[in-house]
T-cell receptor
């Protein structure tokens, strides 16, 4: 089934630990994104990638890093988790960013619920 | 600053019609999106407006007025499965999506 796979589905993590959230898509989309969603707030962009080999910072990038070694994978790493990073994390992709058919229409993964204690 | 406003919560009756409003102030405009998100699930794409007017898709319609910085999502013949949050998002001049906090729609029998 075409789409986005995220792992893990949920995780409880001790503060200070390193954690990588995995994201894989099989739609050959060029653009990929990581969002966090917290109660009462809109989706906030952490990092994004226009195409393989490039990444950019979103609205809330501090404490997070990403890489885009190939088209399909876009892992998100928390180098040293803190309680304020407790959230639901969504990976998303779009055919492209900008103009044209399918541009900016996001397909989301099922989410990863992360709790940092 | 950039801002998207939508009501936090709305309640409607099964079979009725509901209109969810969204107002925006962004640096530039390259389109407005509506997404549906059921509790505990991922958002899914509903509609896209880039020109003024009404876009109809089955029971759902979305309207845009760029001069007023305003959109609404109209849901007709409400069903219990329409209970969800509805997210408004605007693409700014850099083609980045700015998201509203979402409107939780509660459908009562």
């Amino acid at each position: 089934i075409a789409g986005i796979t995220q792992a893990p589905t949920s995780q409880i993590l001790a503060a200070g630990r390193r954690m990588t959230l995995r994201c894989t898509q099989d739609m050959r989309h060029n653009a990929m994104y990581w969002y966090r969603q917290d109660l009462g707030l809109g989706l906030r962009l952490i990092h994004y990638s226009n195409t393989a080999g490039t990444t950019g910072k979103g609205e809330v990038p501090d404490g997070y890093s990403v890489s885009r070694a190939n088209t399909d994978d876009f892992p998100l790493t928390l180098a040293s988790a803190v309680p304020s990073q407790t959230s639901v994390y969504f990976c998303a992709s779009s055919l492209t960013i900008g103009t044209g058919t399918g541009a900016n229409v996001l397909t989301f993964g099922a989410g990863s619920r992360l709790t940092v204690l | 600053g950039q801002n998207i406003d939508q009501p936090t919560e709305m309640t409607a009756t099964e079979g009725a019609i509901v209109q969810i409003n969204c107002t925006y102030q962004t640096s530039g405009f390259n389109g407005l999106f509506w997404y549906q998100q059921h509790a505990g699930e991922a958002p899914t794409f509903l509609s896209y407006n880039v020109l003024d007017g009404l876009e109809e898709k089955g029971r759902f319609s979305s309207f845009l007025s760029r001069s007023k910085g305003y959109s609404y999502l109209l849901l007709k013949e409400l069903q219990m499965k329409d209970s969800a949050s509805y997210l408004c998002a605007v693409t700014d001049s850099n083609y980045q999506l700015i998201w509203g906090a979402g409107t939780k729609l509660i459908i009562k029998p």
